[in-house]
């Protein structure tokens, strides 16, 4: 449960009166991944990874967390039941009337982004919020090295956090080659031409420690660039190099 001091959930308004925090706003998905990990995998780490991060910066930042935002741009997973896509437009006008919203009482917005078909939209947002004269940026979750979609990533990390909602004996492999070989079928077929269980990458040896490890580097790193506040020329916070862009498939819509 994230702390009551670092959620915006849990404020009134009395308690921000005179503040001018840094709010997170984790933005996530609903969409499948995999037959083995639950639809809001997505949101469930950038929440995750939004509040240790937080915690990390008590004392030092005024920092909350905002309620994540549960729907993303998913057309390339729209195959599968359950997948809930509102498309990059609607994404890219929410995430900038939200900020317009947002930065009316705090003075900086992080969105701490968990899927990357939502990058397109995001940045185009970021960098048109900035283009207005707003503290806007954006900041991806991926453990270097990672695989693209459901493998043994994710469900260590899932394993970590809610290990009731893995469904471990369903768990299969799905193909393997990295995501620049495969980017041509999954543009042209989506994910589910390329894999019909959904999984990119191989949930095999996945486990709740990795899944420990993966959270607390990510949101170490999201603690430095905070305190950093680099922001590049598409809005992304940080120098890309110390954690590379997703390279997960883009969307279809």
Do not use: K
């Not at 959930?9 to 933005?27: E, H, I, Q, T």
């Not at 917005?109 to 806007?136: C, P």
């Not at 979609?149 to 080659?177: F, I, K, N, W, Y």
């Amino acid at each position: 449960m994230p702390d009551a001091h670092r959620s915006l959930a849990d404020m009134s308004w009395p308690g921000l009166a005179g503040r001018r925090p840094l709010v997170l706003l984790p933005l996530g998905s609903c969409e499948q991944h995999g037959p083995h990990l639950p639809l809001d995998t997505d949101t469930a780490v950038a929440s995750a990874v939004a509040e240790r991060a937080a915690a990390r910066l008590r004392g030092e930042t005024d920092v909350l967390v905002a309620p994540a935002q549960p729907y993303g741009a998913s057309g390339e997973h729209e195959g599968f039941p359950g997948t809930v896509s509102i498309g990059h437009g609607a994404l890219r006008l929410l995430v900038m009337e939200t900020g317009r919203s947002m930065l009316r009482w705090a003075s900086r917005l992080l969105v701490v982004n968990g899927h990357g078909g939502n990058l397109t939209s995001l940045a185009d947002a970021v960098t048109a919020l900035r283009g207005e004269g707003r503290d806007v940026a954006w900041w991806p979750c991926l453990p270097p090295g990672s695989d693209a979609h459901a493998g043994r990533a994710e469900t260590s990390m899932m394993l970590r956090l809610r290990p009731a909602a893995v469904r471990v004996e369903q768990a299969v492999a799905g193909p393997t080659d990295p995501v620049h070989l495969l980017i041509d079928r999954l543009v042209a077929e989506s994910v589910g031409g390329v894999s019909p269980s959904g999984v990119l990458g191989d949930p095999a040896g996945a486990s709740a420690r990795e899944g420990e490890r993966l959270l607390e580097e990510m949101a170490h790193l999201l603690a430095e660039d905070i305190g950093g506040w680099r922001v590049g020329p598409r809005g992304r916070l940080g120098l890309p190099e110390r954690q590379p862009v997703s390279t997960r498939p883009g969307n279809r819509r």
